[in-house]
């Protein structure tokens, strides 16, 4: 203790200088008139911004220690180049979830196909689909530039069963209004095709697509393809002379027209489906937490009727729209124009029906098949039997929404409404169809009633939308929640150690 006491002194006049140099805070250094001699002794201290990036003198050191280190070690490239390796193929990745711009364009493109679709149906009423009678890609793009063009073209059409048996009369100035239909509508495909295609291809390549999206891209380009070889294809089937009976009204095969019809729908479907789907993900991400509780409710069993009826109800609108492609390549619409009875009853005879002369087998094995596909009256019969259960069961699901207590506690307001504008044009394209009919399938009638089939399909695609349960969505947003809990956990940890 006595040698403790006599060396007191001597600690006391040591321990100031280092105590007040690296334990005292910088306000109270500076109070003290004590900052400049610990800046000579110390060096300059570091100013608040950059003390977060160099938080103290021991983590600098080791800094430097671990890089030197690093930097003499035979591991040293191999950890270098695996370091690089991540960074490159972070910037590589394609996003998790598409941007917002791919999906205003797929419905723009959607926006568009929808047009050509409307227009494609009057380019059939007017009869101007068989005005050009070639298919050139490239060179067809320009329509004829002089008369000794607008000659040869006419010359064309005039050797076409359609000329003969339809319009033996027809004047030049006449035939350039077709040929400009025809020609339009085809000009719109091209622009169909080259108004998806390369944005595609540079969404893709600047990487605003996720990776399934980028293979559905893809999908709906070669669909895009193949409908224009399906649009050539159905107008040479209306260029030969076997496929009509001695006499009869020159038209293009309805097996044709249907295929080019539903490849249109699908094209239409693709594209609006998608750019819903991207927008609702959007949707969601924006608060994680609301996102989740939103699916978990749409998961509930107690709406898995309804949510399996609305995908029902697409693919019957969808059916009952390709047997109207059916009424139009036939022009079954000509036939029984009066709603509900078909002549004297509510459907017509039998022998008329199932009528022998359209089949090609002597065991008659084809007679009812073709005669679903191939005979006016039963085409046009399976259509009103397809629109009014497509009504029947849109009616049925709009009860089921309002009247069952549970579904009606359990459904989105947006789907509520979905559900709603699903009815409205159910009631408007039954209205429509019903005058078309009685009118004799008058062009504007027939080109609303076309337009109708779409506004149904789309909007039951949207109701569809609003209660279809995204399971790759629904995994980002467990990730992106449990990454927000890990974030908040953190932040709380670091607030208490600072505390």
């Known amino acids: 203790m006595a040698s403790l006491g006599t060396s007191l002194p001597l600690w006391r006049s040591v321990v100031p200088r280092t105590s007040k140099g690296l334990f005292t805070c910088r306000q109270c250094l500076r109070d003290q008139g004590y900052a400049a001699k610990s800046i000579r002794r110390y060096g300059a201290m570091p100013s608040p911004q950059s003390s977060k990036m160099r938080p103290s003198l021991f983590f600098d050191k080791n800094r430097q220690f671990f890089t030197s280190a690093l930097r003499k070690s035979t ?23 598409s941007n917002k711009s791919v999906a205003y364009w797929l419905l723009g493109s959607a926006a568009s196909v929808f047009g050509i679709v409307v227009f494609g149906g009057l380019t059939r009423l007017t009869e101007s689909g068989l005005s050009i009678t070639e298919w050139r890609p490239v060179t067809g793009s320009m329509p004829p530039m002089n ?33 400009y239909m025809e020609w339009i509508h085809r000009l719109w495909g091209r622009f169909v095709g080259m108004s998806f295609v390369l944005p595609a291809v540079y969404f893709v390549a600047r990487k605003k697509v996720s990776t399934p999206m980028a293979w559905r891209l893809f999908g709906i380009a070669g669909l895009i393809g193949f409908q224009g070889f399906l649009g050539w294809w159905m107008v040479k089937s209306g260029l030969k002379d076997d ?44 608060d994680a937490a609301a996102g989740i509780k939103q699916l978990e409710a749409l998961r509930d069993p107690r709406l898995a009727i309804f949510r399996r009826s609305v995908a029902g109800l697409a693919v019957l609108v969808f059916t009952t729209v390709m047997s109207g492609g059916l009424v139009a390549g036939l022009d079954a619409g000509l036939i029984y124009n009066e709603f509900p009875y078909m002549g004297n009853g509510l459907t017509p005879p039998k022998n008329e029906l199932f009528d022998e002369r359209y089949s090609r087998h002597e065991d008659r094995s084809d007679l009812w098949w073709r005669n679903m596909l191939e005979n ?124």
């Open 243 to 286: 496929l009509f009976a001695p006499g009869s009204h020159p038209r293009v095969s309805q097996y044709r027209l249907t295929a080019h019809l539903g490849a249109a729908f699908t094209c239409y479907v693709a594209m609006l489906w998608n750019g819903l789907a991207i927008l609702r993900s959007h949707k969601l991400m924006n």
């Open 75 to 97: 591991a040293a490239p191999a950890i270098t180049s695996a370091i690089e390796e991540g960074a490159s193929k972070a910037k590589s990745e394609m996003p998790k979830i």
């Open 376 to 499: 006016p009256s039963l085409v046009q019969l399976d259509h009103r039997i397809l629109a009014m259960t497509t009504f029947t069961s849109i009616m049925a699901l709009w009860a089921y929404s309002r009247r069952s207590p549970t579904v009606k506690r359990l459904l989105p307001p947006a789907a509520r409404k979905g559900m709603h504008g699903v009815v409205g044009f159910a009631c408007m394209q039954v209205a429509l169809g019903i005058s078309t009919l009685l009118y004799l399938v008058p062009t504007p009638l027939a080109s609303a009633h076309q337009a109708g089939s779409l506004f149904l399909l789309t909007w039951v695609f949207v109701l569809g939308s609003r209660v279809w349960h995204p399971s790759r969505t629904a995994k980002l947003l467990q990730m992106a929640a449990k990454a927000r809990g890990q974030q908040l956990s953190s932040s709380t940890a670091s607030g208490i150690k600072r505390l």
């Open 147 to 179: 008369a000794e063009d607008w000659e040869s073209e006419f010359a064309k059409y005039r050797a076409s069963p359609e000329f003969k048996l339809l319009n033996p009369h027809m004047t030049l100035s006449e035939f350039k209004s077709i040929y």
